[in-house]
């Protein structure tokens, strides 16, 4: 059995041969040092596209400082909605190039590139050529002297002159950027407007004089109602649709937005958030509030979650509705916070003591985080246990302009015990499994909650047969579950399988399309439900096809889960690698062909 | 008695009708009843049988106090007192036995000690009662709990008598020899 | 908590049936006797009094009660009974525990707590040693006191609870004695009453390994001051005194945590609105 093993360059021509289709879409890293305002020009070039009827994402990456360390927004602009970045950047836009060796790792360039940058003026303390770190790709180097052209601009700004020049390099004309700016800087004044537009239009005109320009048309039709949103704001808005109304926050890189978006919509909504000491705290905090009635959620990355762990199997033990969402960073230990990995899983799935069966899911895209989120809430729910949602930075932490992500109608509803009532067991082994839970205020249905192995009265038990009876009472209420169709996203026919999971979904589908096109078309499976694993149907799901199981992990988790489940039952190779490179589409693809071809 | 309960019945001079009297009388009979349930259940889960039993029959004793209490004042309507507005000040009502002065491998010969420590606490709180009420009815009343209780101490010395002399090995009947964390 | 005046209930209609697994002789008996009569005096009716612990000899109250309750993990019951208070602010929620588990494991949850003041009763029953491990050292343990683990004391110095309640902002601090069960109610009752966070450490011997407690009943005294509305003075009465002084110590006024908005909510539409370009 092959493995792809992780390479050190992106392979041009691999991708190219299998149908890269640039025009349609249009990569462009912004960099700069500190201050230069590198993101907020990603995010206004993002909008800016948007109105034009574009669709795009924006991911980001930052050096370690709070305030003024070198950053880089990475933006894909497209006429389609697109879910991951492409192969290989079209430019990167330096507003300086001082510190931008540290994202070469991160910019896949090639000989069609252009590197646009301001090498400065010899002996100025800003200067710094292109490094060679970049220069190597043999990308075109055009001089852009955004210093001066923002200096000849009362009030100018570099980074407005590189957002115009950004814009018209893919065909963003200046009075779409005016309404933007206009839009989002009318708040500072007049003067503030007139020189971001002065800026731009320096960029603009510069831009007219590049060597090569990757104008993206406007869409044929009107496109619809569009959305700019980021993964961990989908998933608050998916928690609160699922009818969380409590939750736990102790901050952590990534996930921290996802408890600043549900800080302010808690308390619109009625609910109520609580800043905790520690995730040992907020994971509990979410344990006393579901106890209570009320459905509760927690998001944290994966050293928070490594604290919580215990406490998930308390809410399993004593089945207690909870959902975690896990935004994913590189690891062990500290790792890489601000970068992105699916190195969770072990941890996620296999991560309690004793035998504890609960859920986990991961959304498939930056708008899944919405539906995703929603249905860990509707599961944790209806079957009394713990939904952990494995999201991760690339998802929470990238803006996506994308169509409206809908909400299901799930009929969430938690089986609880009606009012009064007499010889209340709450863990009495009913037909589902899902005893009716008592909930505070309910005469009758006094009992203690427990995490010690406990008899159908809830009382604590150390006989064989009480801890045997509930053990398989939790695993029979997960297997006889009905997950509908959400389990996976199946598509296409071929000889072989791409499967993969979560955020990578979006570069799997970008492969899977390109082959389609290109006459070679495989088999998409991607797993939206990792626990409890549906291996029946995944075999189903896979026939006998050769299997490509594609991760961003070092040590395989998923293909070493999958194995032990037994859902694969043919040859399987392996893609993997781990954070923070991302996997992209051209790489999956190639795989795909190598393998055909070998 | 070595705990605060030798205030008591110094404390018991703050009763001041027969209903507030009735009230006391009648708690500490159904704490002393709840007392000797509560040590019954431990040494039932100590599997000390003999001590359970003992236990249970003081509670049914207490019980029958109680029962006899509510039946001679009835129609007669008492005072409402929080636990801890009891005349007998910060401790407990003191027929009850001490939680903390069992222990699971007591015997009889311990157990009665306790119980009869019990009916003395309760002797010498309504006899003070006796020496203090100016009300004559008050008087009366407890001059028969008074009589119940001496009755009661009597009771209990008797069964004692008839317990096999004391060797004066019950401390080493009482060692446990399944201590809680025996070395290896 | 609301004073329920009908119907009337007996101390023992708070009690489960199960049977308590603490040894003969323990104090904790006397608390679960104290915590029932002090619930019956209320009157609150069981199924809106919710009783919350972690792990550890006292922890095993909640079950021996006829309230809702929950045995969670160790030393987390602070953080589990904020986040049922917050969701549901109509329950009575207290909160049991032990030394261990409250001042060791739980040690941050318990300054955090004092800080948020949320309107919750933390009761303590601190008997200075690891009783269901079978004899350890804990964080109120005498550094002289002799164990297996460790061999002729710790060495260390004894943790500080009332003082660290006070200095982290707890809105009430009492100090109770399991042995005096009535006062131990009326304790508990006040501190229950009393708005925002209370903290009430009850001296409750252990038979078992630490015998000599059986002595506490002998030094205990009522606090020969009235409690006072000043950190400052209380925290120092309490580190001059002999550490038996029993009775209400601090009362203080301290705005109540409550993150509730009591604006009228919003459909979810009007969070939408936010993404829409």
Redesign the interface.
């Given at each position: 059995m092959g493995r792809h093993e992780e390479k050190a360059s992106f392979d041009a021509a691999g991708a190219a041969a299998v149908g890269e289709r640039p025009r349609d879409s249009v990569c462009i890293a912004i960099l700069g040092s500190g201050g230069a305002g590198a993101l907020t020009t990603g995010g206004l070039l993002l909008e800016a596209a948007a109105r034009r009827g574009l669709y795009g994402m924006m991911t980001r990456s930052v050096g370690p400082q709070i305030r003024g360390g070198e950053a880089a927004a990475f933006v894909r602009l497209a006429t389609r909605p697109v879910a991951c970045m492409a192969d290989r950047f079209d430019a990167v836009i330096a507003i300086d190039w001082r510190r931008a060796d540290r994202f070469a790792d991160e910019l896949a360039l090639d000989a069609e590139s252009l590197l646009i940058g301001d090498p400065g003026k010899p002996g100025d303390a800003a200067a710094a050529p292109v490094p060679e770190s970049l220069a190597r790709s043999g990308a075109r180097v055009v001089d852009i002297a955004f210093a001066d052209l923002a200096a000849a601009v009362p009030g100018g700004r570099e980074n407005m002159v590189a957002l115009g020049l950004a814009a018209g390099l893919v065909g963003i004309a200046a009075e779409e950027l005016d309404g933007l700016i206009a839009k989002r800087l009318g708040a500072k004044g007049t003067a503030a407007v007139e020189a971001s537009r002065a800026g731009c239009a320096q960029g603009l005109a510069a831009a007219a004089v590049l060597p090569v320009r990757f104008p993206l048309p406007r869409p044929e039709a009107e496109p619809g109602p569009r959305w700019r949103i980021t993964g961990n704001q989908a998933a608050g808005l998916g928690a609160v649709q699922g009818g969380v109304r409590f939750a736990a926050a102790y901050p952590i890189t990534p996930a921290t937005e996802v408890l600043e978006w549900l800080a302010p919509a808690l308390r619109r909504l009625g609910g109520t958030l609580v800043q905790a000491e520690d995730e040992l705290a907020s994971i509990n905090m979410i344990i006393g509030a579901s106890f209570g009635g009320v459905p509760a959620l927690t998001a944290t990355s994966g050293p928070g979650l490594a604290l919580m762990v215990e406490s998930l199997g308390l809410a399993v033990a004593s089945e207690v509705p909870i959902v975690v969402v896990d935004v994913m960073r590189g690891g062990p230990s500290t790792g890489i916070p601000t970068k992105s990995e699916q190195s969770d899983l072990n941890i996620a799935v296999m991560g309690c003591h004793g035998d504890a069966p609960h859920v986990v899911v991961a959304p498939l895209s930056v708008g899944d985080c919405r539906l995703t989120t929603q249905w860990a809430v509707h599961l944790a729910e209806t079957l009394q246990t713990v939904a952990v949602v494995l999201s991760d930075q690339f998802l929470g932490q990238s803006q996506a302009v994308i169509a409206p992500p809908e909400p299901e109608d799930f009929g969430t509803r938690r089986k609880v015990l009606p009012r009064t009532v007499e010889g209340y067991r709450r863990y009495e082994l009913v037909g589902d499994s899902i005893s009716p839970m008592a909930l505070p205020g309910i005469t009758g249905g006094q009992y203690t909650a427990d995490g010690l192995t406990h008899g159908e009265n809830a009382l604590p038990s150390s006989r064989a047969s009480d801890h045997r009876a509930q053990l398989d009472k939790r695993a029979a209420k997960l297997v006889q579950a009905d997950y509908g169709a959400h389990w996976a996203e199946i598509e296409g026919e071929g000889d072989i399988a791409i499967l993969c999971w979560g955020s990578l979904a979006g570069a799997a589908r970008e492969a899977a399309e390109r082959l389609a096109e290109a006459g070679a078309p495989v088999r998409l499976v991607a797993l939206r439900l990792l626990a409890p694993l549906r291996t029946e149907a995944l075999v189903e799901a896979l026939g006998h096809r050769r299997v490509l199981v594609v991760e961003q992990s070092h040590s395989g988790q998923f293909l070493n889960y999958l194995r032990g489940s037994g859902a694969l039952t043919g040859e399987t190779r392996s893609l993997r690698r781990p954070g923070p490179l991302p996997i992209r589409p051209g790489e999956i693809a190639a795989a795909v062909q190598e393998w055909r071809r070998s | 008695m070595t705990d605060d309960r030798k205030d008591a019945a110094a404390l018991a001079a703050g009763i001041e009708t027969v209903p507030e009297l009735l009230a006391h009388a009648l708690r500490i009979e159904e704490d002393a009843e709840e007392r000797y349930l509560a040590l019954a259940d431990q040494m039932e889960t100590h599997h000390n049988a003999a001590i359970a039993r003992l236990f249970r029959w003081f509670a049914g004793h207490e019980a029958e106090h109680a029962r006899e209490i509510r039946e001679r004042m009835a129609g007669m309507a008492l005072p409402e007192i929080k636990p801890w507005d009891f005349h007998w000040g910060d401790a407990e009502s003191p027929e009850s036995v001490d939680f903390t002065a069992v222990r699971y491998t007591m015997d009889t010969r311990a157990a009665l000690g306790l119980a009869l420590e019990a009916e003395a606490r309760a002797l010498a709180f309504f006899q003070r009662i006796v020496e203090v009420a100016r009300d004559p009815e008050m008087r009366r009343w407890a001059e028969e709990f008074a009589a119940e209780e001496a009755e009661h101490v009597r009771l209990v010395r008797a069964e004692i008598a008839k317990l096999p002399p004391d060797d004066g090995q019950a401390v080493e009947r009482a060692e446990d020899p399944d201590p809680p964390n025996e070395p290896l | 908590m609301n004073e329920h005046p009908a119907p009337k209930r007996k101390?023992?209609d708070y009690k489960s049936e199960?049977?308590?697994?603490?040894?003969?002789?323990?104090?904790d008996?006397?608390v679960l006797?104290s915590l029932t009569?002090?619930l019956?005096?209320s009157g609150t009716?069981?199924?809106?009094v919710?009783?919350?612990s972690g792990i550890g000899c006292s922890s095993r109250i909640?079950?021996y009660t006829?309230?809702?309750?929950?045995?969670?993990?160790h030393?987390?019951?602070?953080?589990?009974?904020?986040?049922?208070?917050?969701?549901?602010p109509?329950?009575t929620v207290l909160v049991m525990s032990g030394d261990g588990d409250g001042f060791s494991i739980g040690g941050?949850?318990f300054?955090?707590a004092c800080r948020?003041n949320i309107d919750i009763t933390y009761v303590v029953m601190d008997n200075q040693v690891y009783g269901m491990t079978?004899?350890q050292p804990s964080p109120t343990t005498d550094p002289e006191w002799d164990s297996?683990l460790a061999p002729g004391g710790t060495g260390i110095r004894p943790f500080q609870p009332l003082v660290i309640a006070l200095a982290s902002g707890a809105n009430f601090v009492a100090r109770a004695f399991?042995?005096?069960?009535?006062?131990t109610?009326?304790i508990i009752?006040e501190a229950v009453m009393h708005p925002g966070f209370s903290f009430v450490q009850v001296m409750s011997?252990c038979?078992?390994?630490r015998p000599e407690q059986?002595a506490w009943?002998?030094a205990v005294h009522?606090a020969p001051v009235e409690a006072t509305d000043d950190p400052a003075r209380a925290a120092r009465r309490i580190m001059t005194d002999d550490g038996f002084n029993?009775g209400v110590l601090y009362r203080g006024d301290r705005p109540v945590f409550d993150?509730?908005?009591g604006?009228?909510?919003?459909p979810?539409s009007?969070?939408?609105r936010s993404?829409?370009?």
């Open positions: - | - | 101390a023992s199960v049977k308590p697994v603490w040894c003969p002789g323990c104090g008996y006397h006797l009569r002090m019956a005096a009716p069981p199924e809106q919710a009783v919350i909640p079950a006829n309230c809702y309750g929950f045995h969670g993990v030393g987390r019951s602070l953080a589990l009974a904020a986040g049922l208070k917050v969701a549901r109509d329950l941050n949850h300054l955090h948020r079978k004899g297996a399991s042995g005096q069960p009535n006062e109610a009326r009752h011997p038979v078992t390994f059986a009943k002998d009522p029993i993150p509730h908005s604006a009228e909510p919003v979810l009007a969070l939408e993404f829409a370009l």
